[in-house]
């Protein structure tokens, strides 16, 4: 009997990649595949490239040679149905100082294209440890709990398998560094991906894969 042959590809891919920040080569060469479940670590000194790295994969940049791939498509011929598949938090969270959490996860939502109902919102907030500053305004929040509302959005974005993620757990207290971090590995145990920066050890589920920028640095 035969059995039909089952082509197997990586749901991301870069490859050959290189960067370019003003008229310096930050690195080069760079490949790296994620499947499906896959945790990545992206790691390497101060300034040696990781964010402009997860700015090449997000599309916020393109590379000076090299291609990523989603589901075995260009990203840059796909961008379309790549970012509907896509979480990026940035490293600050972009906060209008002026609105609640609320109100800016909301409008972070909207922004994005999710349609997400204000009761959805509200317990995303309370799953995140902000129950209490839900309609303070953001500029009297802290860090931590600034940082705690963009992460909100992770509790909203299970539709979204990718998740790229700058520096998640800064200012993150230690409970809220263990919780994060459950709930990244819940999310790769049910078949989503993430790769995100982070110059701290987190408790995942399974230790992470490692991409070290470094080794690629020109
Ligand atoms: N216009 C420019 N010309 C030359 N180098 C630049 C320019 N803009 C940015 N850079 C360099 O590009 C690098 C960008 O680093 P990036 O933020 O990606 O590093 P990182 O690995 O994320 O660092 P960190 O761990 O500090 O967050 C830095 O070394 C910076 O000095």
Known sequence: MQHA??????????????CLKGDRLLFHGLAFRLQAGGL??????????????LRLVTGLA????????????????????????????GHAPALNDLLSPLENLRFACA????????EACIRALERIGLARQLDLP????????RRRVGLARL??????????????????????????????????AGGGMVMLTTH????????????????FAC
């Not at 953001?138 to 709990?145: I, P």
């Open 5 to 18: 042959v089952v082509q197997s590809f990586p749901m991301l891919e870069a490859r050959d990649l290189a």
């Open 40 to 53: 990545l670590r992206v790691a390497g000194p101060n300034g040696v490239g990781k964010t402009s790295l």
């Open 62 to 89: 393109l590379p000076e040679a090299g291609e990523l791939r989603w589901r075995d498509r260009s990203t840059r011929r796909e961008r379309e149905a790549f970012h509907a598949e896509l979480l990026y938090l």
């Open 111 to 118: 922004a994005a294209g999710d349609e997400v109902d204000e």
């Open 138 to 145: 953001a500029r009297v929040l802290s860090q931590g709990q």
């Open 155 to 188: 509790f909203l974005s299970a539709a979204r398998p990718l998740w790229v993620l700058d520096e998640p757990f800064t200012a993150l207290d230690v409970h809220a560094v263990a919780d994060l971090a459950a709930t990244l590995s819940a999310h790769c």
């Open 200 to 215: 701290q050890d987190a408790p995942f589920a399974t230790p992470p894969a490692v991409l070290d920028v470094g080794a």
